[in-house]
């Protein structure tokens, strides 16, 4: 079975309640359109859990999109602003509390 998923924004209860609705499968494929981030608490952690999980495909949303160039440019104040405009203040909070390994992981291919 392919679940498609999308627009997250950071309510892990949500997501987790979702998971053990579809009950997943090792054969099963969730794909999640992104937006992962902002808006809730657990962005962060949604995204780490989500990257552990084998049968899941994540695709940049324009949430994940704007936090990537304003954390690869931070020299550029437009990329700041555009983020922080999108209630990325909790994400980008947790972000920071990640450790260097932790941070540098989330640009790992």
Not at 4 to 14: C, F, M, P, Q, R
Not at 31 to 51: A, H, M, T
Not at 83 to 90: A, G, V, Y
Not at 91 to 104: A, N, V, Y
Request: net charge negative; aromatic share 12%; charged share 25%.
């Amino acid at each position: 079975m392919h679940y498609v998923l999308s627009d997250i924004h950071g309510n892990k209860e949500a997501f987790d309640t979702i998971l053990s609705m579809i009950d997943m499968k090792p054969e099963d494929h969730l794909y999640i359109l992104g937006d992962v981030i902002d808006r809730g608490d657990y962005g962060i952690e949604l995204l780490q859990q989500i990257r552990t999980m084998e049968n899941c495909t994540l695709l940049l949303g324009n949430h994940e999109y704007m936090m990537v160039n304003a954390l690869r440019h931070p020299e550029n104040l437009h990329y700041k602003y555009v983020w922080r405009n999108n209630r990325s203040l909790i994400t980008f909070d947790k972000f920071f509390k990640l450790t260097e390994e932790g941070r540098r992981s989330f640009f790992a291919t």
